[in-house]
């Protein structure tokens, strides 16, 4: 290979429009020209195609622009921004974002989902997919909560581990299989000030034992790819960063696969960061920190490493390294085999029924209760108001990193599901938009005249910060942004107007993050978080109003009082109390707390148990303890286990949680659950990247009760 046709494949291109409108014609010369091995045309907002037929002409054509009219014929990598299902491609399958699928605590079902993603993303000509999110939510200000799991490290390793699996099924030369992307390393999540891509300024302590766990669990299950965070971390921009994407990635975690940018993060070092004069700075520091492929930065990029490695500020070793990860992930890929894919199998498996019933699954089990006086589930012959701006929008409903336009999409919403489950009159009155009135008086009315009102508020679709304000249909100023938490004035109107008419009233939540909702938690008798919910949500709603479908739902993070209340987290640090504890307020006090969820039946645990009191500091204990549904219907709930570390002399969370298993029941039924406990999840990370726990009690808690187990010292 020449250094062009290298550097050509370690860099990417779009069709569509990002800074520019880049059409197939473009892309095609940009292959022929200059080699360029990796191409979005598909997958994301401002993509050429977003219908499924689209799609695949676009990809078939490109890659045979590659194969027969480049020297060598190397098939393209195709990726996506699949982050909840196909859900940039109208037809797709689209689950809850990340915080339901987090809800569910189910291991099992999240892996499913991501086969799903994977089969519908492969069969549509992608083969990487810039998925799964391991960011640790630690700012609910900031406008990508939704994509987490939620502000448990533990919870989110598991989710993304099981996303790992999912997508890479069995290997990624199966034709249903697409190379996962575990992002944005190596901490994102906890920006100044809630702002997106905003300083992240950590300890080292908290970047190894918050941030790198759930990266350490993709990287355990062979994750293929890593995206770097835009931001910079301790001064330093992770895009251009040795340390982190060298020493730290590859020496200390031992990952072995490609790097690839996120959008433009090559070009903000000069752009915004101010660490690098131009691009072509910006090009050098990236290759030199371990960057293999620039996602976007196209035919510049590739221009300027060229000429970076002829001058030698670039070595070219350094160049065949990354050459070699790209070709190797396009051989196991099986792109050399066959690197098309077929219209009409496209058009069956993108969007097909199996597909949707995952996804009804997957969001009746992320249904979380928040409180209930009874009044759910509804009577079906009950005659139900349907009101709130997310009562019947389907872009609202899917979130961000969706398509922005609901045509060609089918999507059940609220008002649908409610239709179909409902016996009784089902009147529809919306009340207001996300942040303008549009009829209360209407609303009212109808309330007065029905059984019971379902009111659903929120939030719309956005992306990072809350827009962008042609798709998102809010500007900057408006809700939702970081500066609140609160719904807006519209909103907070038509519940209350709603909740004077003495009609009862269930608050539905359709939201990408925990939202400031005491009012309606003080005043409504019941409130459903729903999350963005999906393709299907709006049926698992209705179904879970209804009383069809138990809701299993845990929260995974804590719904805090007020903005002023931030943060709130429940695995904070002990410290001291000056002046006593009576004098100081409490150091969580949420408004719902991280693992609350209500079912619709009553469980009872028996005594808690372990099979080892005593471990080494690699072994394993089990927790063991007897689950009863003493109530009169099948439920599901979740045994959550938590541990509170005496080892040792760091400062550790007061408690932070170490294992979990849903289990669901039918009425009267008993089972004992176990809940393995290892080194690894009580432990912490060192400074080698190492996980391992240190010698010492450790206190571990199921509700109420605790045992305290011992790990050993290491042997001789």
């Not at 939510?137 to 919870?155: N, V, Y």
């Not at 196991?332 to 098309?340: H, P, T, V």
């Amino acid at each position: 290979m020449t250094v062009e046709e290298k550097v050509g494949q370690l860099v990417g291109t779009w069709a569509g429009q990002l800074e520019e409108f880049k059409s197939v014609e473009d892309v095609e010369d940009e292959i022929v020209e200059s080699a360029v091995g990796a191409v979005a045309s598909f997958g994301w907002a401002g993509a050429l195609d977003s219908r499924i037929d689209d799609v695949v002409e676009t990809v078939n054509h490109l890659q045979e622009v590659a194969l027969s009219k480049t020297r060598l014929g190397i098939p393209l990598l195709f990726n996506v921004d699949a982050v909840h299902g196909h859900a940039y491609v109208a037809e797709g399958t689209a689950f809850p974002n990340g915080l339901g699928m987090a809800a569910t605590w189910d291991e099992d079902g999240v892996e499913s989902a991501a086969a799903v993603t994977a089969t519908e993303v492969r069969k549509s000509g992608a083969q990487q997919n810039y998925s799964p999110t391991c960011d640790v939510a630690r700012e609910p200000r900031w406008g990508r909560t939704f994509e987490t799991f939620g502000e448990s490290p533990f919870l989110c390793g598991r989710m993304a581990g099981a996303m790992v699996r999912g997508y890479q099924g069995d290997g990624l030369d199966d034709s249903n299989s697409v190379a996962a992307t575990a992002k944005h390393f190596p901490a994102y999540s906890e920006p100044a000030r809630g702002e997106d891509t905003a300083p992240v300024e950590v300890s080292s302590y908290l970047l190894r034992n918050v941030f790198l766990p759930s990266f350490l669990d993709a990287i355990d299950e062979g994750v293929a790819s890593v995206m770097p965070c835009y931001n910079a971390i301790d001064g330093k921009p992770a895009h251009a960063s040795r340390e982190y994407l060298t020493d730290l990635l590859r020496g200390k975690l031992g990952f072995d696969g490609t790097v690839v940018s996120d959008w433009n993060g090559v070009r903000m070092l000069h752009e915004d960061h101010h660490v690098a004069s131009d691009h072509r700075e910006s090009v050098r520091m990236t290759r030199n920190a371990g960057l293999d492929v620039a996602s976007v930065d196209a035919v510049a990029h590739a221009d300027h490493l060229a000429s970076l490695v002829e001058a030698g500020a670039v070595a070219e070793h350094v160049l065949d390294e990354s050459v070699r990860r790209v070709l190797d992930l396009k051989f196991r890929l099986g792109l050399f085999e066959d690197a098309f894919v077929d219209a009409n199998e496209a058009r069956d498996v993108v969007g097909a029924e199996a597909h949707r019933a995952e996804a009804l699954e997957t969001a009746r089990k992320s249904m979380t209760l928040l409180q209930n006086d009874d009044t759910l589930p509804l009577d079906p012959a009950a005659d139900v108001l349907v009101a709130g701006p997310n009562a019947d929008n389907p872009i609202h409903q899917l979130g961000g990193w969706s398509v922005p336009d609901e045509a060609g999409t089918d999507v059940i919403s609220i008002k649908d599901g409610i239709e179909s489950a409902c016996d009784g009159t089902v009147t529809y009155e919306q009340g207001t938009t996300i942040t303008e009135a549009v009829d209360i008086d209407a609303a009212v009315e109808a309330a007065k005249d029905a059984d019971i009102a379902v009111v659903a508020v929120g939030e719309n679709w956005y992306i990072h910060e809350f827009g962008p304000t042609a798709e998102s249909g809010t500007a900057p100023d408006e809700f939702p942004n970081r500066t609140t938490l609160e719904l807006p004035d519209a909103q907070r109107d038509l519940v209350t107007a709603l909740y004077e008419t003495g009609t009862p009233v269930v608050g539905v939540l359709v939201t990408g993050r925990p939202l400031a909702v005491e009012w309606m938690a003080a005043n409504l008798p019941s409130l459903l978080l729903a999350y963005y919910p999906g393709t299907m949500g709006g049926q698992a709603v209705a179904e879970t109003l209804f009383g069809a479908c138990d809701p299993g739902g845990r929260l995974p993070i804590s719904f805090p009082r007020s903005a002023s209340h931030l943060p709130t987290r429940f695995n904070h640090f002990p410290h001291p109390t000056p002046i006593g504890p009576d004098e100081h307020l409490p150091s969580y006090d949420p408004l719902f707390e991280f693992g609350h969820g209500l079912s619709y039946t009553e469980f009872e645990f028996g005594s808690m148990t372990v099979t080892n009191e005593r471990m080494s500091p690699h072994g394993t204990t089990t927790v063991e303890l007897p689950v009863e549904n003493v109530g009169d219907r099948r439920g599901s709930t979740v045994v959550q286990v938590y541990v509170t570390d005496q080892a040792g002399t760091r400062v550790t969370p007061v408690r932070e949680l170490c294992g979990f298993e849903r289990v669901s029941l039918d009425p009267g039924a008993t089972e004992t659950v176990s809940v393995p406990i290892d080194a690894a999840s009580i432990g912490r990370v060192d400074e080698t990247g190492r996980v391992s726990a240190i010698p010492g009690e450790y206190t571990l808690r199921v509700g109420e009760q605790a045992v305290t187990i011992t790990v050993e010292p290491k042997s001789d």
